[in-house]
C-alpha cells in the first residue's frame, strides 16, 4: 500500500498483468458442410450436415513469471511479500495444452406453405459436440474426490427442434403474426474445455498461492529462475486443477417469440414483440477443494468454509483431506446449472417511411435476465472468481440479476438517400447501465476467493458494533467513518440495503447514451466490379463538441469497497474465531466508481472501402 495525496492508501502495480506472461493461441479448423433442398410440393425440405474439427495448441502460463505483492514500499525494499502466486510448469514439455476437438451436425428443415397467407417452418436439429483427445488422469483428485480427470465429454448429443410461422391474417398485408418457439445451442468454445488440458494437476501450468509474509517467497533477482513452492515448504504444492462432469452440456436455451405487426395510416408500420428465453443448460462452477459443509456462519450471517487462527491473518481455507495425508488445493469444477436461468423482453416499434428516400424508426424494449452464473471469463478459476459474488452456501444455484441484465432501451435512427447514391444514416440508443455489486478486497468466507465476499451494508458506519476502522495512510477512523457513510447515503442500492448483506448485482451504472452517424457513398460500378466508400463516426455529438458525448463510466467487475485489516473479538469470554463473532476492523479509502475519462467518451472514426464482384 501507498499513501494517496488525497488521503488514505491505494495501490502500486508495475509489470505485465498476470494473464499476459504466456498466452498463445494456435487453432486449426475444418469444416464439411453440405445441404440439399428439394422441393414437394408446397412444402420445401432442406436437410444437410455441418461439421467443425478443431486442432489447438493454447498457451496460458498465467504468473508464470511471478506475482507478487508487498503490503507497504518498506516491504518493497526489503523485499518481504506479503503474498506470491507462482506459475509453475507441470510438464516436461512448453506447457501448452494440445488437443483436438469436434462438433458433428445434422438438420433437416421443412418450410411448408399451407395457403397463400400462411407459412410454417419445422425443423430438427442434432449437434454432438465432443473432445477427441483426453486430459492426463490425476491419482490425486481420483482419490480425494473419486473423480478421474481423463473422463471429459466425447460423444454429446444435443437436440434442438425448432417451429416457426409467418401469418398475414387478413390477407392483405396489413396484419400479420409470427412467431417461433424451439431449442438453440451456440457455437461450443472449446477454450472452456482447454483449461482441462491446461490444469490436469500433471500438465500444463499450475497457480500456487502463498500467502503471508511467512509463506511468500522473495521475489528474484531479474535472470534468477521463480520459486517453485511456498516458502519453508517441503511438500508437494497443492497445485489448482480443473475437472469436468463427462456428460456435460454446451449451453443450450429454449426461446419463443410472438409479434405482431400492422400497418397503420401515414405509411407508419407498427410492431409489438415479446420474447422470453429459459436455459436448457449452463455452466456451473465450484470449487470442490474446499470443505463440501460450511463450518458455521460469521457475524452477519454469511457462512464459512474456514477461519482465522490469529488477529493480522487472512482467513485459513478448509481443505478437503486427501487420503494418506495433505489436503487438495483449488479443484475448480464445470457442470451443469440445476436452475434454469432465464430473460424476457417485450419490445414496441414504430417504423415511418416519409419518402421514397427517407425512413425512420423509433423503438423501445423492456426486458429482464436472471441467472445463477455469469460467464465473464475463458478461465475456469476466473469464472468461479468472478462469475458470482455469495455469501451462502457456495453449491447454492439461486438466480439474481445478470450482469448483461438491461431493463430499459430506446432507439431512434433514421436514413436518407440522395440522388447521388449517397446516404446517411444516424442511430440514437440510450440503455440502462449494468448490473454490479461491491465486494471486500479479502477471503472472508474461506473459499480462497478474494473478490467474491458480498459486503454487510452497516445500519450506521459510525456505529464500532457495526464496523470498525483502522489508520489508513492519513484518515483517521472516524474520518473513514464519515466518508463510507457519506459515501452509503449517495447510493441507493447500497442505502437501502442497511443492516444486511447485499444481493448479488443489485446496483447499476449510469444510464449511457449515445449517437452515431455513418455515410456511404456508392461508386460508379466499372465492368461488373463494385465499390462502397463508408465513413462511420461513433459518439458523433462528441465530434461537434468536445464537452458533448460523454459517458459515466466504470468498472461493474465488483468494485471493493472495503478491505480488512486485522480482527477483533469483542466478546472477551469467546475465541479469536469468525464462527464465535470475531469481528474484521477495515480500511476504506474514497474512491469514485465512475467518471467520463475513458474512451467510450471519445469520438472514433472509421473508414472503409467494400469490394464487390
Same mark, same amino acid.
Given at each position: ?16 498483468? *498476470? ?18 433442398? !428439394? ?23 498465467? %504468473?508464470?513469471?511471478? %506475482? ?79 473423480? *478421474? ?11 434442438? /427442434? ?63 529462475? *521463480?520459486?517453485? %513452492? ?12 480443473? $475437472? ?30 415479446? !420474447? ?32 482465522? $487462527? ?25 457442470? *451443469? ?121 452497516? $445500519? ?15 484518515? =483517521? ?47 460508379? =460500378? ?30 461493474? %467487475?465488483? /468494485? ?31 474512491? =469514485? ?21
Amino acid at each position: 500500500r501507498v499513501t494517496k495525496p488525497g488521503g488514505g492508501t491505494g495501490q502500486l502495480s508495475a509489470g505485465t498483468e *498476470n494473464s499476459s506472461q504466456g498466452n498463445e493461441l494456435d487453432q486449426d479448423i475444418t469444416e464439411i458442410t453440405d445441404n440439399v433442398t !428439394i422441393p414437394l410440393g408446397a412444402h420445401r425440405v432442406t436437410v444437410g450436415t455441418k461439421n467443425e474439427f478443431y486442432s489447438v495448441r493454447n498457451l496460458f502460463s498465467q %504468473n508464470s513469471l511471478g %506475482n507478487v505483492t508487498f503490503g507497504t514500499l518498506d516491504s518493497l525494499i526489503h523485499n518481504t511479500p506479503s503474498s506470491s502466486t507462482l506459475g509453475i510448469k507441470l510438464d516436461q514439455a512448453d506447457g501448452a495444452a494440445r488437443f483436438k476437438a469436434r462438433t458433428l451436425g445434422l438438420y433437416a428443415q421443412d418450410e411448408w406453405q399451407p395457403s397463400a397467407n400462411l407459412n410454417l417452418s419445422i425443423g430438427l436439429r442434432l449437434d454432438m459436440p465432443g473432445l477427441v483427445d483426453k486430459p492426463p488422469a490425476n491419482p490425486t483428485i481420483q482419490s480425494a474426490l473419486g473423480i *478421474n480427470t481423463s473422463d471429459v465429454p466425447r460423444n454429446g448429443m444435443q437436440f434442438s /427442434p425448432r417451429i416457426g410461422f409467418n401469418w398475414d391474417v387478413t390477407g392483405n398485408q396489413v396484419n400479420q403474426l409470427r412467431g417461433g418457439t424451439g431449442m438453440f445451442m451456440a457455437q461450443p468454445a472449446y477454450v472452456w474445455l482447454s483449461n482441462l488440458f491446461g490444469n490436469s494437476g500433471l500438465s500444463g501450468y499450475g497457480n500456487l498461492l502463498c500467502n503471508g509474509m511467512a509463506a511468500a517467497p522473495a521475489l528474484p533477482n531479474a535472470g534468477s529462475p *521463480n520459486a517453485t %513452492n511456498c516458502k519453508n515448504s517441503t511438500a508437494a504444492p497443492a497445485i489448482t486443477v480443473n $475437472t469436468v462432469d463427462p456428460d456435460l452440456k454446451f449451453p443450450q436455451t429454449w426461446r419463443s417469440t410472438l409479434a405482431y405487426d400492422r400497418r397503420l395510416p401515414w405509411n407508419t408500420v407498427g410492431t409489438i414483440e415479446g !420474447i422470453y428465453t429459459r436455459s436448457v443448460y449452463n455452466f456451473y462452477y465450484q470449487n470442490l477443494g474446499v470443505v463440501a459443509e460450511p463450518i458455521g456462519t460469521d457475524r452477519n450471517g454469511r457462512s464459512l468454509y474456514g477461519d482465522i $487462527t490469529s488477529a493480522t491473518g487472512n482467513v485459513i481455507v478448509g481443505r478437503r483431506p486427501i487420503p494418506g495425508g495433505g489436503s487438495l488445493g483449488d479443484v475448480i469444477a464445470l457442470t *451443469n446449472t440445476k436452475t434454469h436461468d432465464y430473460s424476457y423482453s417485450m419490445t414496441g416499434q414504430l417504423v415511418k417511411r416519409f419518402s421514397n428516400r427517407f425512413e425512420g424508426t423509433a423503438a423501445y424494449t423492456y426486458g429482464r435476465a436472471y441467472n445463477v452464473w455469469d460467464l465473464t471469463s475463458s478461465v475456469a478459476f476466473s469464472n468461479w472468481s468472478f462469475g458470482r459474488a455469495y455469501s451462502g452456501r457456495q453449491d447454492a444455484q439461486e438466480l439474481a440479476p445478470s450482469k448483461w441484465d438491461v431493463p430499459h432501451k430506446i432507439v431512434f435512427n433514421g436514413s436518407y438517400s440522395f440522388p447521388t447514391k449517397t446516404d446517411i444514416s444516424a442511430f440514437f440508443v440510450s440503455e440502462s447501465g449494468s448490473p454490479y455489486e461491491y465486494v471486500y478486497g479479502n477471503d472472508m468466507n474461506g473459499d480462497n476467493g478474494s473478490a467474491n465476499d458480498l459486503v454487510y451494508v452497516p $445500519t450506521d458506519a459510525h456505529n464500532a458494533n457495526e464496523i470498525m476502522f483502522s489508520q489508513n495512510g492519513n484518515l =483517521t477512523p472516524a474520518m473513514q467513518a464519515d466518508s463510507l457513510e457519506a459515501f452509503i447515503t449517495g447510493h441507493a442500492c447500497l442505502n437501502s440495503q442497511r443492516g444486511k448483506i447485499m444481493e448479488r448485482n443489485s446496483c447499476r451504472t449510469p444510464w449511457t447514451k449515445t449517437v452515431n452517424v455513418s455515410a456511404r457513398q456508392s461508386i460508379p =460500378t466499372l465492368s461488373g466490379h463494385n465499390f462502397i466508400l463508408q465513413l462511420d463516426i461513433f459518439n458523433f455529438l462528441n465530434l461537434l463538441n468536445k464537452d458533448w458525448g460523454s459517458q459515466l463510466l466504470g468498472s461493474t %467487475n465488483s /468494485p471493493t469497497l472495503v478491505t480488512r485489516r486485522t480482527w477483533v473479538q469483542p466478546d472477551a469470554t469467546k475465541a479469536l474465531k469468525l464462527a464465535q463473532g470475531a469481528q474484521p476492523v477495515f480500511n476504506f479509502t474514497p474512491f =469514485t466508481q465512475f467518471n467520463r475519462t475513458n474512451a467510450s467518451s471519445n469520438y472514433a472514426l472509421q473508414l472503409q472501402l467494400k469490394y464487390t464482384f
